[in-house]
């Protein structure tokens, strides 16, 4: 009776707190070695591709199968003082032209490396002409243009490239800046968006758009404290913009933020949600992924954490425990719906998508098994932004009530 009790209880609990949609599916081992350094991934035709910069190559990994994969290698690694420099390593940054089924990959020797993906393999290379990494890409369909970041040269700058014959347009210096993040197009108007940083200007970032006709930097939208880093465009003119972990070690506060770019106002706060690199969305389910690798509680307790955050509302769905080595990617297939994260203990791990919000009501226990502990927002339903709870909250809340509730039909 009393254990009846127990569980109904904490299951209407779960029910009524946790909206959550994502549920742990797979983990695909590492070959041929578990890394310390990835950078980006991608989903295209069923298929994913990671970065990894410790085994110099692309990951080339079947969805359908996901057992079966392959390494594109021939990038370049600079070792200094016996570790992996990112500055100077690749494969980083990844973009795929469809119409021409290419995958365009930054590379640590300030190349950009064109991969065929009928043959698997690099077809041709461009220089951006620095020594330095070539960092990450973003690709106008329309003009077929991409641009990629050299954010480790002083000046930071952005190189414009011609798809069509493969040849360096030109470059657009950032003098004002230190660094430079994602670049995204916008197909809305038709314009590439900058992830900047830091500059003298605005020392807790912005956002800045490009002139490619007159090389130049058309408009800049300052942000309030948040030293961005992973941007990506989701529902017309909405700029998910995922701030760095500087954000909580200068500015003492965790927050991400959607930007319409159409009014140049911030209109979602995401509370709680900072440490991102890689951020991705989704059309099919509407939702934003971020990954949260050196998140903060307080601003000191480490806890890194892929996020779900829905695109129309700005809220927090859902939370995954993750790691701060190689959990700064996140992809999102979708078709399928599937979220894959790189783990460095576990491999790449996979999380299926339960159709509807709120999952389909059968299964909305986030909890996954092994390290990659999942934690969900009960912040949902309530008129307040979300905040973070931690799994161990849940559980004691869980078992509070339920005691509660056991004591008192006794
Ligand atoms: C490499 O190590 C040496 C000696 O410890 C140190 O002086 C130097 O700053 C290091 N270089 C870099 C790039 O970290
Ligand atoms: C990707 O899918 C499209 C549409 O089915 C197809 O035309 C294209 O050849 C595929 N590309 C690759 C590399 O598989
Ligand atoms: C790229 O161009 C720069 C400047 O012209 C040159 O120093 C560098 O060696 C070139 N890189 C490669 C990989 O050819
Ligand atoms: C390459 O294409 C661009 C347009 O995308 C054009 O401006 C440029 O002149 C072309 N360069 C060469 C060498 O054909
Ligand atoms: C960009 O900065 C570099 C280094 O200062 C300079 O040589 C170059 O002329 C600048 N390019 C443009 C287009 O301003
Ligand atoms: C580039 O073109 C825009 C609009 O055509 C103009 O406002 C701007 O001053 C130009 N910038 C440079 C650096 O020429
Ligand atoms: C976003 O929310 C945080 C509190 O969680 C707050 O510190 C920050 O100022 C807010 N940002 C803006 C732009 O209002
Ligand atoms: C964060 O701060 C709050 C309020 O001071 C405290 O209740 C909570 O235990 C702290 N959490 C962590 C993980 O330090
Ligand atoms: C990363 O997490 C590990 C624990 O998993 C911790 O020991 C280490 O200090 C963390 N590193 C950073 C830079 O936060
Ligand atoms: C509900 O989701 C579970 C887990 O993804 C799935 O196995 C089940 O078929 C779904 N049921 C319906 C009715 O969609
Ligand atoms: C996102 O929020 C909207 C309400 O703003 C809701 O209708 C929708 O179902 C939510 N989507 C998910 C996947 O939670
Ligand atoms: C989890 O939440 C509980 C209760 O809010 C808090 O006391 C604890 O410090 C949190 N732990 C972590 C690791 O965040």
Redesign the pocket.
Known sequence: MKLIIVVTVAVIFRLASAQSVYSLASTIPWTPKAPSSVDQSLVYNDTYYLADRSNAGVHVISLADTTNSKLITGFTTGIVNGSISSSISGPDGLVVLPSRNELWVGDGDGTVKIIDLFGSSIAATINTTSSKRADELAYDPTNDIVVATNPNENPPYVSVMSAANRTLLGRINFSDASGLEQPAFNPADGLFYISVPISKANPGGAISTL?I??M?I?KTYPLPDCVPAGIVFGPTNALFIACSASQITEFGYAASYILDVSMGKLVANISGLAGSDQVAYSPSSGLFFAAAYQNMINGTVPQPQVAVVNASSGKLVQTFATDNVTAHAVAVDDKSGLMIVPIMKQGIVTYSFMAGAGGNGTSASGTTSGSATATSSGTTSTKTSATLKNFTAQVLGVFLIASITAIFAL
């Open positions: 002139n006709a007159n130049s058309a």
